[in-house]
């Protein structure tokens, strides 16, 4: 298909590993996005990962990528309720200009 | 740098008026983007400028919505007749270039527009 999926929701309690997963579609895209969105805000860049590396390690946050799949996932350690947000998955498609498409998001919830 | 600045931050307005969301990019940045936000369709990019220039208008849902770049540091949404269907929150964006991870998008905390 042409959209870039994800699940919907996620509940974890606190403390716990969050895994938020992706399926993009372009094979060719370069890089690979996670965008984050508190309540009430725009989107805000949370990380990304170059299409020849496999993972990515920041603090808290690990990206993994399976290119054969188009598969694409962030893990957050110890999550916490400042975590809570929706999650979007992003990645670069070429032809004409290099466009960002966005995933749907991925509403994370955190509970005591 | 102040960011990405939408006015209004939310708008209320009956079916069949004319509805101009306005935005203000982060100074230097050449690109802009207008999306909307629903939860049936998630986010959706509408129009995007380069340089002041629409470069891609195919996301716009139809003719009652109009975007302008006047200059670089403004531009314009406006839907005329609105509809109840167009009630979303729209963001709008800014970059260097179109979103590579040196030049990320910017987005300013939307406008949350309902139309009764």
């Known amino acids: 298909g042409e959209d870039v999926e994800q699940s919907l929701f996620l509940s974890v309690r606190e403390g716990d590993s969050s895994v938020i997963n992706c399926t993009y579609t372009d094979s060719s895209s370069t890089y690979l996005y996670w965008y984050k969105q508190e309540p009430g805000a725009g989107l805000q860049l949370l990380t990304y990962i170059f299409s020849n590396m496999d993972m990515k390690q920041d603090q808290r946050l690990t990206v993994l990528l399976n290119k054969k799949d188009k598969h694409l996932s962030l893990r957050i350690a110890d999550t916490q309720t400042g975590d809570s947000a929706i999650y979007f998955c992003?990645?670069?498609?070429?032809?004409?200009?290099?466009?960002?498409?966005f995933g749907a998001g991925t509403r994370l919830a955190v509970h005591p | 740098d102040a960011g990405v600045i939408q006015s209004p931050r939310h708008e209320v307005t009956e079916m069949g008026q004319e509805v101009t969301l306005r935005c203000k990019p982060i100074?230097?940045?050449?690109?802009l983007f207008w999306y909307r936000q629903t939860m049936m369709r998630g986010l959706e990019l509408l129009i995007y400028?380069?340089?002041?220039?629409?470069?891609?208008d195919s996301g716009m849902p139809e003719d009652r919505f109009s975007a302008k770049m006047p200059n670089a540091s403004f531009s314009t949404l406006k839907i005329q007749p609105s509809e109840p269907r167009d009630s979303a929150v729209y963001f709008c964006a800014s970059s260097l270039g179109t979103g590579g991870y040196n030049s990320p998008l910017h987005f300013g905390n939307g406008t949350r527009l309902t139309v009764t």
């Open positions: 100074s230097g940045h050449n690109s």
């Open positions: 992003a990645e670069i498609r070429t032809g004409g200009y290099n466009k960002l498409i």
């Open positions: 400028f380069n340089n002041n220039v629409p470069i891609d």
